[in-house]
Nanobody, 121 residues
Framework: QVQLQESGPGLVKPSQTLSLTCSVSGGAIAADYNFWSWIRQSPGKGREWLGAVDYGGSAWYNPTLKSRTSISWDTSKNQCTLRLSSVTPEDSAVYYC?????????????WGQGTQVTVSS
């Protein structure tokens, strides 16, 4: 049973870079034809897909956030990392990682429990 666990700082100052890690257990991150996505959700804004890394290690991004987003994986640690630069309070949200066979998570996706990030000075 594959499980995902997000981790990272709960509080980030404006203009800094947010860095989150998704640790994968129960399966190799590079196995099969999986996409490992980062998604966030905040009250009033709904769910927003930030991007993903695919089974070949290539990264895909939401065009509206591409200039600030970097997603990568470390197969030796079985982890996927999100970096979001120049954050503002608008980036406050619950951040999730998810695994699916498609670029954006669908109904069969496996999700982490999410981690709350607040951007505030």
């Amino acid at each position: 049973q594959v499980q995902l666990q997000e981790s990272g700082p709960g509080l980030v100052k404006p203009s800094q870079t947010l860095s989150l890690t998704c640790s994968v257990s129960g399966g190799a991150i590079a196995a099969d034809y999986n996409f490992w996505s980062w998604i966030r959700q905040s009250p009033g804004k709904g769910r927003e897909w930030l991007g993903a890394v695919d089974y070949g290690g290539s990264a895909w991004y939401n065009p509206t956030l591409k200039s600030r987003t970097s997603i990568s994986w470390d197969t030796s640690k079985n982890q996927c990392t999100l970096r979001l630069s120049s954050v503002t309070p608008e980036d406050s949200a619950v951040y999730y990682c998810a695994r699916d066979r498609s670029l954006e998570p669908g109904t069969d996706a496996i999700w982490g429990q999410g981690t709350q990030v607040t951007v505030s000075s």
